[in-house]
């Protein structure tokens, strides 16, 4: 009887399981092996970095550090952003932005005026959204350097400089304005010690014949007058508008305005002459060229004329004129060689221009003491018939009752004969 053998049987070699192909086995180590990098990434060991680039540079943070001393940063640096190294939870940072950090240079060494080299810092700024411990450091550049100086402000009223514009014939400049009328510098208390003064420079375009506006550069200058150029001081604005007001020149004759005359007074027979015959002035265009003379202040003949006397009259310009010769006065005579003068007692008293709702009754029967100036001849001739006491109730405020009223002196029979003094009659008003 034949025994049965323990030989195992053996797979036939046309049907070998793909379990046992070296590339499943190859792909499912990739795999285990992604797994756990996965599982300790997530839930063993999940940090990492990100580089966030762009970030600005905050000077204003801590600044109190060298303000404090009286410093201020005169020169920074070119750079504005930097790169940022963010370290933390890999599922977090990566939606961090630039706008969540700031950047901001350590002022520990600052400690007086000069270039220091800050080391720049960086921190989230942004905690709600981004928890947890993450880290930002610097990457480049990790420092800047910055210089220091005393810092502090000056303001100066700005002076123009209008010697290149050029003015018309028949025309003057005479006057200009800045606006702004003054400026601030601020800056190193070193630069601002040699800025003497801020000049608006006016070009000069063409000839002016009109007051205009133009813009001007403004220039820092020394005290000797020199364009001074400083490094680190900054002003208000760099420029000015500048109005330069134009006036037109003429030289008018100078004329008195009496006054305190009779009706048909004839001024011009009067002899008189002025220190000053004619005056040099300045003025808007419009105003001077409607100007045919100048007035000086009115002489009132009856109140003020003396024979052999000289009288001090102002000249009277018109608003926004004014006077090239520096004359503000002038010296009036009278030529009175050939005058007279005569006092006569006036019984002619007559009221003029009485209002319908009143009587007048004169009460007073003579004006005494009138005294009359004149050529000599008119004054030799002339008698008191044919002067006249005028009332004119038109230029007074008449009451109810005996009143005291002015009257002018009138000589009808002459144009060049004149009273001086004042004079007062007695008269019953009466309300009709």
């Known amino acids: 009887m034949q025994k049965p053998t323990n030989a195992v049987p053996q797979p036939s070699a046309g049907r070998n399981s793909p379990w046992n192909h070296p590339a499943f086995s190859m792909l499912l180590a990739l795999l285990c092996g992604f797994?756990?990098?996965?599982?300790?990434?997530?839930?063993?060991?999940?940090?990492?970095?990100?580089?966030?680039?762009?970030?600005?540079?905050?000077?204003?943070?801590?600044?109190?550090?060298?303000?404090?001393?009286?410093?201020?940063?005169?020169?920074?640096?070119?750079?504005?952003?930097?790169?940022?190294?963010?370290?933390?939870?890999?599922?977090?940072?990566?939606?961090?932005?630039?706008?969540?950090?700031?950047?901001y240079p350590s002022y520990a060494g600052v400690s007086g005026a000069g270039k220091v080299t800050l080391r720049l810092q960086a921190r989230l700024v942004n905690t709600t959204d981004f928890p947890g411990n993450i880290e930002c450091v610097v990457e480049n550049p990790k420092t800047i350097d910055a210089v220091f100086d005393e810092v502090s402000e000056k303001t100066l009223p700005i002076t123009v400089d209008a010697s290149a514009v050029s003015v018309a014939d028949g025309y003057m400049l005479n006057k200009t304005t800045a606006v702004p009328a003054e400026i601030t510098l601020r800056g190193p208390t070193t630069e601002l010690d040699q800025v003497a003064s801020v000049v608006a420079t006016v070009p000069g375009d063409g000839e002016l014949s009109d007051t205009t506006t133009v813009p001007a550069t403004l220039e820092l200058r020394d005290e000797n007058g020199e364009t001074f150029t400083p490094q680190y001081t900054t002003m208000d604005s760099d420029t000015a508008n500048v109005t330069l007001t134009i006036y037109q020149v003429r030289e008018l004759p100078l004329v008195v305005d009496f006054i305190g005359t009779p009706t048909n007074f004839d001024t011009k027979s009067l002899k008189y002459s002025l220190s000053q015959d004619t005056l040099r002035v300045a003025g808007p265009a419009r105003t001077v060229s409607a100007l045919e003379e100048l007035t000086?202040?009115?002489?009132?003949?009856?109140?003020?004329?003396?024979?052999?006397?000289?009288?001090?009259r102002l000249v009277e310009l018109p608003a926004g004129i004014v006077s090239l010769d520096g004359v503000t006065?002038?010296?009036?005579?009278?030529?009175?060689?050939?005058?007279?003068?005569?006092?006569?007692?006036?019984?002619?008293?007559?009221?003029?221009?009485?209002?319908?709702?009143?009587?007048?009754?004169?009460?007073?029967?003579?004006?005494?003491?009138?005294?009359?100036?004149?050529?000599?001849?008119?004054?030799?001739?002339?008698?008191?018939?044919?002067?006249?006491?005028?009332?004119?109730?038109?230029?007074?405020?008449?009451?109810?009752?005996?009143?005291?009223?002015?009257?002018?002196?009138?000589?009808?029979?002459?144009?060049?004969?004149?009273?001086?003094?004042?004079?007062?009659?007695?008269?019953?008003?009466?309300?009709?």
Not at 296 to 312: I, S
Request: proline content about 4%; some cysteine; aromatic content about 6%.
């Open 35 to 103: 797994i756990a990098w996965t599982v300790v990434t997530v839930y063993v060991d999940p940090q990492g970095s990100v580089t966030v680039q762009d970030v600005p540079i905050n000077y204003a943070n801590s600044a109190s550090t060298y303000t404090s001393q009286g410093l201020d940063i005169v020169e920074k640096p070119d750079i504005e952003t930097v790169d940022v190294k963010v370290t933390g939870n890999s599922t977090i940072i990566g939606n961090i932005q630039n706008s969540d950090i700031m950047v």
């Open 329 to 432: 006065s002038v010296t009036l005579s009278f030529d009175t060689e050939e005058m007279a003068s005569t006092t006569l007692n006036i019984s002619n008293i007559k009221p003029i221009n009485v209002p319908s709702n009143y009587e007048i009754e004169v009460l007073s029967s003579l004006v005494s003491g009138v005294t009359l100036y004149g050529p000599a001849d008119e004054i030799e001739a002339i008698s008191a018939d044919s002067v006249v006491a005028q009332i004119d109730c038109q230029s007074v405020n008449l009451t109810v009752g005996q009143q005291s009223i002015p009257v002018t002196i009138q000589i009808p029979s002459s144009t060049r004969v004149f009273a001086t003094g004042s004079y007062t009659v007695q008269c019953e008003v009466v309300a009709k």
């Open 296 to 312: 000086v202040t009115d002489f009132d003949l009856a109140r003020e004329f003396e024979l052999g006397r000289d009288y001090q």
